[in-house]
């Protein structure tokens, strides 16, 4: 199975647009992720708070809002040059308000920088109904 | 379903101890987790690195290694205090190597310090062959 | 001698507006900071980039960096309240791009979330000529 | 004046030992930090919490900790190879207690790895008198 990496390294960034293509791996419980929109170095997706992205307390799960910055990071890399998806550095995420199952959260990858040897990105996850940013995080990746 | 969190705040720490009972959400992809051992302040458990956990090429997913120092980072401060298992504030992870599929991890959690209002803990994400740590992070929670 | 923070605590946020005020420790290297505009929530400053603040390459250090992000972070939060400076918890930074001595830096500091418990902030250093980003960090601070 | 950087590159993580040698510019504040031990990967180091490294409520300033997660981490880089202090990518810190003027500090700078392009190394801040970790934080950088 092809990941989205693979796909937009083939076809360009636009082919980040639309529902999110998983590896058949760890991203699988984001299918229901979908890109609205793509410009260079940046991307807007979208995507349901679902049962198998919660925790225990039946919020947005810490890993899996962790696993986004991951993700959409990486996409919003791929808008400058698809095919440097790089290899991740470091991760860091701050967790500002939970997000309810049910809710549906726009997330944004904006690239902060891209030079030769890393790649960094800002990727805030809010909630679509009132644009409030429930966790804050960047991704540092070696291109 | 119960999680971990809920068997743990009623049965004590001691319940953090074999197959890690996920709460039917996101960490469902960790059901290979065990925790081996638990001391007041840090728990070691074994995970395969199964195809679940990776990415597309084939390496244990950024956001996996990221959801492991949430998870176990929360079992470490449970073993302080079975009742409170916090909010998460901040996650930082450092990728050092690759983790691949196939190999055994062994993934330590350490509370760093533990207040009435806030936790502290640092999680390795070693290769159990040869006890070279792949991945390190640290989590904050408010409890 | 007064820190800002006491003095802001005494007279309020627009106390901030100005000449940093140094509580003659760590931050007296930071006595060019001049904060240019407060709104609740955020705060923008400027600072020029002179040798003491500067590593062995001519460049704002690393460090500097990231004590503007604690003293501007801090500075955010005290718009919203001034009289909770808070203590720090984490504090974060990602380098962009290096500032060189001589060149005029654009600070602003914003806060994310503030709540009971906790504070928020993100600050960006930027170059002001071009308003390129140089540093970017975030600050949580238990309140 | 040179700094502990080109002094190293010179005549090897030798070097490092002893009074620390600070490049004129913002590192200036810790002219009392003192190598007292190196090893291939690893720095220890003491320094006094004297009243230029507070804050205004007497106890040692973020900013100054983070400095030290800056300069020890470097340090730790020199000691595997005394040419290549490269250059900040991310550095992340965590204030587990406050270290209050008068006290004596034992820092630890320790290389997690070190490639071609990347170095991380993990500072720890610590309480000299029971040996306490206070500060504990990450250092990336490009080499």
């Known amino acids: 199975m092809t ?6 390294a083939k076809l360009g960034a636009n082919a980040l647009l639309g529902v999110f293509t998983s590896s058949g791996g760890f991203d699988g419980a984001f299918k229901e992720l979908r890109v ?3 410009k260079a170095g940046s991307v807007t997706a979208t ?3 679902t049962k198998p992205l919660c925790n225990s307390y039946g919020t947005l799960h810490g890993g899996a809002a962790a ?4 993700i959409v990071g990486t996409m919003a890399l791929l808008t400058k ?5 790089g290899v991740s550095v470091d991760i860091n995420t701050s967790y500002l308000r939970a997000a309810k199952e049910g809710e549906e959260l ?8 891209t030079g030769k040897k890393l790649g960094f990105t800002q990727v805030d996850i809010a909630r679509k ?4 940013v429930l966790v804050t995080g960047r991704h540092t990746k070696a291109l």
Do not use: C
């Open 3 to 8: 990941s989205f990496i693979q796909r937009v």
């Open 36 to 38: 609205v929109a793509i």
């Open 47 to 49: 995507l349901p708070v």
């Open 67 to 70: 696993t986004l910055v991951d």
């Open 81 to 85: 040059d698809p095919r440097r998806a």
């Open 106 to 113: 726009l997330i944004t990858g904006q690239v902060l920088k």
């Open 129 to 132: 109904s009132d644009n409030e």
